[in-house]
């Protein structure tokens, strides 16, 4: 049994009588429609319409299209519902209560190991790992079980930046990338494509085995005078406290994680948010949307890429597969809008391509990066802050870095569909995760 309800809707600007029950969701450029992205709309809620909501029974359908059910979830603020509306030219949509709610549902668990899996449909989507990975205990694929991690010899920055630290060490010794072997947490691996191929590697082997899947860390954070390598696991640690949110749902999963960054694994030095929300896939495509807030504890902190010139803060360390292509684009400097992405696509098993697409936030300090990339270690990123700068972590003044995945079938997406991606997650109409004190 369906029941069509009565709503106040406030969509594209729009103030629709509580009185009307069909309503029309301005979709300029069939931005959201084309793309498969979450569109938030403004709906006053009563108690009938938030238990539906709860039980996942609410959502909106069309009277030209019978059989249409999309569902809707709420959103970080009063009263915002979002939905993704599919690529069908409808005229209007109705607020529906439905009696059962929809078989999908984007979930989130915790397991054993204190780590937290999002799925769909009994299908695994992502890991986060809050607690503390060995390398003993890394998701590997399935080929490289019982693999052994092998060793290389460190030179150049990695070395120096170690014996800074490590003057008893000697510049003559004997030193391999074993000192970056260190057991870490707070990072996204395994990611997988819509057809359960591994996109990302954790604790690979050579001279980088503190590379871990998708993980957001700075080479430079210091304390004063001090450095310490949040990126490299050096004096400087991303430690859970414990308190982690967890939401269910037919639109969407989400996780809100604390973390803080332990000097020497004893002073808390900053409070770090981080927020992973995980949408139901679309016809060739899944959006996730991560934003990660940094609350300075102490005064005199600043990060900074590797030397000021290099790497460092929203990193990128993929499975390396056939036909490997990295690409980046960003409008001319005062282009408006001034669009920034970056794809990675290739073979990652089966015959059948598929990708990662990362948009940039224009709202993110310093937007838009620089994109860097290193082929031949599968790994890319959007640079901040900007080379030749530290960027300074002011207590009462929190960072918010805000970015979106889409993972893909196919290789590298048209410009043309990159575009739309771009604007709708730019849009004033998408549902940002907003951040409270």
Known sequence: MIRNLPLLILAAGCLLSCNVKTLKISDSGNVFTQTGSPLAIRVNMNKQLKKAEREYRLGLTSPEMNSLFIPVQSGTAEGQMICIIPDVSLHGYKLTEV??????????????????????????????????????DVVRLEDKNGFHLEFSEVTGVYLEEYLKENQKAGSDSVITSKIYSVPRSDYIHPLYGLNGEMLTRDWPDGGHPHHRGIFWAWPEVELGSQRGDLYALQRVFARPTGKVVLTDGPVFAQLIAENLWMWEDVKPIVRENAVIRVYRATPGSRII??????????????????????????NMRMQTPESQDISFFTDETGSDPLRSWADFSGIFRDNAESGLMVLQYRGNPEYPGIWQKYPELSWLQPV????????PLQTGKPLVLRYRLIIHTGGEPGKEISRLRWDAFNSDLTPLYIFTN
């Open 289 to 314: 949307d991560i934003a990660v807030k940094l609350d300075a504890l102490e005064d005199s902190i600043t990060i900074a890429t590797r030397g000021t010139n290099s790497y460092g803060s929203f």
């Open 384 to 391: 901040f802050p900007a080379h030749g700068s530290r960027y």
């Open 99 to 136: 009696d059962s709610p929809p078989v999908s549902i984007v979930s989130v668990r915790p397991d054993s190991a204190g780590q937290y899996m999002f799925g769909e449909d009994g299908r695994p989507v992502l890991q986060y790992n809050y607690n503390t990975v060995y390398e003993r």
